[in-house]
C-alpha cells in the first residue's frame, strides 16, 4: 500500500499543480475585479455628487422664480450643498440658500414674488457625465441595481438638457414682433418648460442621494456581487 502511494504521489503533484494553474488566474482576476470595481463606485459617485450639487442649485434657481421654495425643498437640499466640497461650490449662495432657511415660509415667498423679473428669462445649460459616458462598458462590472440607478439619473439629465435649446428658442420668440396674445402664449410656454426642467433637476438630486446612500460606504462597494456571467 505505501509502495503504491509513493508510486502515484508525483502524479498527485502534477494534478495538483496543473489544476492550482487552472484556478490561479480566476482567483486573481476575481480580486482585481474587485478592486477595480470599488474603485470605479468611487469615481463615478465622485461625478454624480458633483451633477447633484448643480441640480441642487438649478432647482432652487428655478423654484426661487416661481415663488415655490418652500421649506421641505430647503431640508432636502441643504444637506447637499453642504456636503459638497467640489470646485463648483458656491460658498456665498449656499450661505444665503442656509440663511433664507431662518425666514418664514410666507414671507420667503413674498420676497421671491418681489424680486421677479417676468421679462428676463433664465439661462439653463446642459450638463454631461463625461466619465460615466466613457466608462459606460466597465459599469458592468457592477452589480445590475448600480448599473439602473446610474442610467435612470443619465436619463434623465438627457431629458434636461433636451429643453435648452427649446427653452433658447422660446426667449428669442420674445423679442420677435408678436401679438399680445402670441407672446403670452410663447412666455406661458416658456415658464413651463422652466418649471419641468426644475421638477427633473428634482429628480436627479433625488436619485444621486439613494445611489450614495446606498453605495457611497466603502464597504456597500466591496459587498456588491459579481454580474451573472452571460450563458
Known amino acids: 500500500m505505501f509502495e503504491f502511494l509513493s508510486s502515484i504521489g508525483p502524479v498527485l503533484l502534477l494534478l495538483l499543480g496543473w489544476l ?3 484556478l490561479s488566474p480566476g482567483i486573481a482576476e476575481r480580486i482585481r475585479r474587485g478592486y477595480r470595481r470599488r474603485d470605479l463606485v468611487r469615481a463615478v459617485l465622485d461625478e454624480l455628487l ?4 448643480l441640480m441642487a442649485i438649478v432647482a432652487y434657481r428655478i423654484r426661487a422664480r416661481r415663488s415655490e421654495v418652500t421649506n421641505d425643498f430647503l431640508d432636502a437640499i441643504i444637506p447637499v450643498l453642504n456636503n459638497y466640497k467640489g470646485p463648483d461650490r458656491i460658498e456665498g449662495m449656499i450661505e444665503a440658500i442656509k440663511t433664507s432657511r431662518n425666514i418664514p415660509e410666507d414671507e420667503r415667498t413674498t ?5 421677479r423679473k417676468p421679462n428676463v428669462g433664465l439661462s439653463l445649460r446642459q450638463y454631461s457625465l463625461p466619465l460615466i459616458t466613457t466608462q459606460i462598458s466597465d459599469l458592468t462590472i457592477c452589480s445590475l441595481a448600480f448599473q439602473r440607478a446610474v442610467l435612470h439619473v443619465r436619463f434623465h439629465l438627457d431629458l434636461c438638457n433636451q429643453f435648452v435649446p427649446y427653452s433658447q428658442a422660446l426667449n428669442d420668440r420674445t423679442f420677435s414682433d408678436l401679438s399680445p396674445e402670441n407672446r403670452e402664449a410663447v412666455i406661458t410656454n416658456l415658464e413651463q418648460g422652466y418649471k419641468e ?3 427633473r433637476a428634482e429628480r436627479i438630486v433625488e436619485a444621486i442621494t439613494a445611489i450614495d446612500d446606498q453605495y457611497g460606504d466603502p464597504k456597500q462597494c ?5 454580474p451573472p456571467a452571460a450563458p
Open 222 to 226: 466591496r459587498q456588491q456581487r459579481d
Open 50 to 53: 458633483g451633477l447633484q450639487h
Open 20 to 22: 492550482m494553474g487552472l
Open 111 to 115: 420676497i421671491h414674488e418681489a424680486m
Open 197 to 199: 426642467y426644475g421638477d
